[in-house]
């Protein structure tokens, strides 16, 4: 097996502690699928002390999470922190800029953002993934680039939001 996939993951919040939990609880699986294990190294949110039901002793932890995109050995910056401007934007813009992947649940970003980061993380060589950030984790963003990717899609209609659709149904 080759070498952890490193990241550091800024918001521990609803999404970002689940992430933490699902990683920590499905590690060997996750490994052997992805063929190398995925190590959480540093975590950043804006108040150390509150409980998250998470035991974050394992990972460098900063307030700021700026300093995540320039530890160097972390591959991977998450991003769950939220909003369309401020640090989630220029958290995206340094790790990116640093050769960092980048991986984001936040749509809002990507709607105002999204091409300039995408164009931004093809300059690096380094990946931009958001399909978290649409229709409630659903894997609709790989499917329709790769596996409809000879059909000619020009909208897609529906509720593609999951919080929406839990509080409808
Ligand atoms: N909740 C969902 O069902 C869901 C589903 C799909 C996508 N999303 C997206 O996922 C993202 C996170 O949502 P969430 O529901 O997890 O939000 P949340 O529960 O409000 O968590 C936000 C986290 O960001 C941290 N944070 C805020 N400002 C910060 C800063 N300046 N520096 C460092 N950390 C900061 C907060 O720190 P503290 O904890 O210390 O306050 C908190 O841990 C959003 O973009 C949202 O749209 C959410």
């Not at 590690?27 to 509150?50: C, H, L, T, Y």
Request: charged share 20%.
């Amino acid at each position: 097996m080759t070498s952890p996939l490193r990241i550091a993951l800024a918001g521990l919040g609803t999404v970002g502690s689940g992430v933490i939990e699902l990683l920590n609880e499905n590690s060997q699986m996750i490994a052997d699928r992805a063929g190398r294990p995925i190590e959480v190294i540093a975590v950043s949110a804006r108040d150390k002390n509150r409980d998250r039901g998470l035991d974050l002793s394992p990972y460098i932890w900063s307030d700021n999470a700026l300093d995540l995109a320039a530890i160097s050995d972390v591959d991977c910056v998450v991003e769950m922190i939220g909003g369309s401007e401020g640090v989630a934007v220029d958290l995206a813009r340094n790790s990116l800029n640093n050769g960092k992947s980048f991986v984001t649940a936040n749509k809002a970003m990507i709607a105002h953002h999204g091409m300039e980061l995408a164009g931004l993380a093809e300059s690096k060589s380094v990946s931009l993934k958001y399909e978290a950030a649409v229709a409630g984790g659903i894997p609709v963003i790989k499917g329709l680039r790769e596996g409809a990717s000879a059909n000619r899609i020009e909208r897609v209609y529906g509720i593609l939001n999951g919080t929406c659709n839990y509080i409808l149904s």
